[in-house]
């Protein structure tokens, strides 16, 4: 610390000396300015200063900075004693002006960052942000959790409780952060996975709980709940995205307020269980007292927070649904119908027809029988019972389709195939695992069904007396109207008793039972659905629930060179999706070397929410026969293009060394000399009842396989129909 005896004749500007202190001296507790402005302020009174007389230089040597040109004294301002004399005097105005408004910057400039300080931490400490609206996500393929968000949607808001409901595909998980309520319902895909569309939030999720640079309280501020849907069938991957879903929100510090829902498609009792677990969500959202807790309260009651996608989503759902989307589309409960509650269970056992499936299924026309069977007249019946013409298996095998009774006796299925007919109105399961009806009943029963729906035909017109008498008559039988009838365990009886009624059996397999088709007595007509020609495409094609389709697929098709009566692979074309593999196709020739191979292509259901496939994945009929006609090249002479069908876009091929017989077709049936043989015991093949195929249900034909006997309808949109 300096002395007096150190300023023994200072004399210093006020202004200076208050500048100096201020800024540059050591005892200023102040925040000081920048080091430029110091260094400026030193300058500026160096530049005053006078000169030192020898005796100073004598006395007290200057310690000098040394540059390239000349020695400058500087004098030490900040914490050396002052041993000099100084008088300075600011007589240049400049001088005074530099001064007054540096300090007048510096001054603005500590003015200003207090008050900006000051006013961010009034508007932090009294700052109260409105919450964010709680939202509801649904993770959705086919639309089952979608049904099930937009029944949560409006359950909430018929409690005064308003949520925002988002599909998972265009929410941005970055702002999940901001989230204090999410509801989640969620469906799982192929092998436990997410839906495609929904993937990118799925991996967001778990990408994140597994990145040690997020965190543990990433979403430390949310609280959520999780409801997922599924099929049982599908095992360990059961309801696997949403309880993913759940240990990964977990993970990054959510609380899980209402645990984990899990609705089983295969049980049929979705409802319920949604029913009771949304039940809980508004229990705990309202605290038990009434009080909305984390909610926003609705202004209006029973408001609903509108959406245009909400809006878009309220046109009229088709009637015919996907299993999967079964599941919120049973009959309402406030619209009085009335469904048996049976929990899925008959006599102790588990019902493979729930009351929703079955309720679907009616809806569809389907006569259920018993507790796993089914019938249902066929179009084609109806067309030939007015004299309009047949199916293409009357132009291929001399079946009279008004005559004809398509039956199932089972309706659950191992496959979800995406161009399926049915809409997967069905159960999916890998075994029988259900209630086992007797198959004369089931028989008589669905005989008894067909003719109650054949009599309903009475009076249409062009139905004839003759032809109705003949169609209560039925004298084939299409085991092929949805699910897999070969997992009925008493296929071989039910067959046995169709066969004593004298009534053919056409069978279709959806070879991932082979040893059931081992097994199997003497049909009519076996059938194999090829669907596709390589591993990849079959599961994405046919979505089978076993994890060994492909080998079970394979077993099957070399089963049926077992076979010595009729077998037949049955190609179902997928534009862009399988019309591709003509050389892959060809390899199964010699694998079950079936006696005919059926090319069709697929037929457009209209739009539902079951697959993507539209009109533009239909081949024409010009298509299915450019295939066909390439496959039989591939055969090399085994097979040739036999027989088609145009107005039901099918093709035959037939093996030639048997069907063919001195150039002429012999792809008909004898049906009559088939039941003899049967009835005989003797072992019999299918040269032993082959009949003749008419000139014009030949390939090639003017009439494409139209029974000319049959007066032709052409459709015109808009116009009656007028008789060829």
């Not at 979608?146 to 599909?167: C, I, M, Y």
């Not at 038990?288 to 009229?316: I, M, N, P």
Request: some cysteine.
């Amino acid at each position: 610390m300096t002395n007096n005896q150190d300023l023994p004749n200072l004399q210093i500007d006020p202004l200076i000396f208050f500048i100096t202190a201020h800024y540059i001296g050591p005892c200023n507790l102040k925040p000081q300015p920048i080091k430029p402005l110091r260094s400026l302020l030193h300058v500026l009174l160096l530049s005053h200063q006078p000169p030192r007389t020898a005796l100073e230089r004598v006395q007290r040597p200057p310690k000098t900075t040394t540059t390239t040109t000349t020695t400058t004294t500087v004098p030490q301002l900040n914490h050396a004693p002052l041993t000099r004399t100084m008088s300075i005097s600011l007589s240049s105005l400049p001088a005074r002006l530099t001064l007054v408004a540096l300090f007048s910057a510096t001054t603005f400039y500590c003015l200003y960052k207090s008050r900006r300080l000051r006013h961010l931490k009034l508007s932090l400490s009294s700052s109260n942000p409105k919450p964010s609206i709680p939202k509801i996500l649904f993770l959705s393929q086919t639309g089952t959790s979608k049904t099930l968000a937009q029944r949560l949607h409006s359950f909430l808001a018929s409690n005064g409780v308003v949520f925002e409901l988002l599909d998972a595909r265009s929410y941005e998980p970055e702002d999940l952060p901001k989230e204090t309520l999410l509801l989640l319902v969620a469906s799982t895909w192929e092998d436990g996975k997410p839906p495609p569309e929904s993937r990118f939030f799925a991996n967001w999720l778990a990408e994140s709980a597994e990145d040690f640079r997020v965190g543990s309280l990433l979403l430390s501020r949310l609280r959520f709940a999780v409801f997922g849907v599924g099929s049982g069938a599908y095992g360990d991957s059961f309801n696997a995205v949403a309880r993913d879903l759940v240990k990964r929100m977990r993970e990054l510090g959510a609380a899980e307020v209402v645990p984990l829902g899990e609705g089983d498609v295969d049980e049929g009792d979705v409802d319920g269980v949604f029913d009771r677990w949304c039940a809980e969500v508004v229990g705990v959202l309202k605290g038990g007292d009434g009080v909305v807790v984390g909610g926003v309260e609705s202004d209006e009651e029973g408001g609903v927070l509108s959406s245009s996608e909400e809006e878009e989503d309220s046109e009229e759902e088709p009637d015919i649904v996907d299993l999967e989307d079964i599941a919120g589309k049973a009959p309402s409960r406030k619209s009085g119908a009335k469904v048996e509650e049976t929990n899925g269970k008959l006599n102790g056992k588990k019902e493979m027809v729930t009351p929703v499936i079955r309720a679907n299924l009616v809806k569809q026309g389907y006569k259920i029988i018993g507790s796993h069977s089914g019938v249902k007249i066929c179009r084609w019946t109806k067309s030939q019972l007015r004299g309009r013409g047949g199916c293409y298996k009357h132009s291929f095998y001399g079946i009279e389709s008004h005559r004809c009774m398509e039956a199932t006796p089972s309706l659950a299925c191992a496959n979800k195939c995406v161009f399926c007919w049915r809409h997967h109105t069905n159960p999916v399961a890998k075994s029988w695992q259900w209630e086992m009806d007797d198959p004369i009943e089931i028989v008589n029963s669905a005989l008894d069904q067909h003719r109650n729906m054949v009599k309903q035909m009475k009076g249409v017109p062009g139905v004839t007396l003759e032809r109705l008498n003949e169609g209560l008559s039925p004298r084939h039988c299409a085991l092929s109207l949805v699910g897999e009838p070969i997992m009925y365990p008493e296929i071989n009886a039910l067959v046995d008793e169709l066969h004593k009624k004298r009534i053919s059996t056409f069978l279709v397999t959806n070879a991932q039972f082979p040893d059931k088709i081992k097994s199997l007595k003497p049909i009519t007509q076996l059938y194999v659905s090829v669907d596709a020609a390589t591993k990849d495409s079959l599961k994405a094609i046919d979505r089978p629930l076993f994890g060994d389709f492909w080998e079970r697929f394979i077993d099957s098709l070399t089963a049926l060179k077992e076979k010595h009566q009729r077998t037949v692979y049955r190609l179902t074309l997928v534009k862009g999706w399988n019309t591709e593999e003509v050389d892959a196709y060809s390899k199964f020739f010699s694998m079950g070397e079936p006696d005919f191979i059926e090319i069709k292509g697929v037929t457009y259901c209209g739009s539902t929410a079951t697959s993507k496939l539209t009109m533009e994945n239909v081949p024409w009929h010009a298509d299915v026969k450019a295939f066909s006609e390439a496959l039989a090249l591939k055969s090399q002479g085994e097979y040739e293009v036999a027989c088609e069908h145009v107005h039901s876009c099918c093709v035959l091929l037939a093996k030639t060394k048997k069907f063919k017989i001195d150039g002429q077709w012999y792809t008909w049936i004898d049906y009559e000399k088939f039941h003899d043989l049967v009835a005989s015991g003797e072992t019999f093949d299918s040269k032993d009842y082959m009949a003749v195929t008419p000139s014009w249900a030949v390939y090639g034909s003017e009439e494409g396989g139209f029974d000319p006997g049959q007066l032709r309808y052409r459709k015109e949109r808009h116009h009656k129909s007028k008789p060829q």
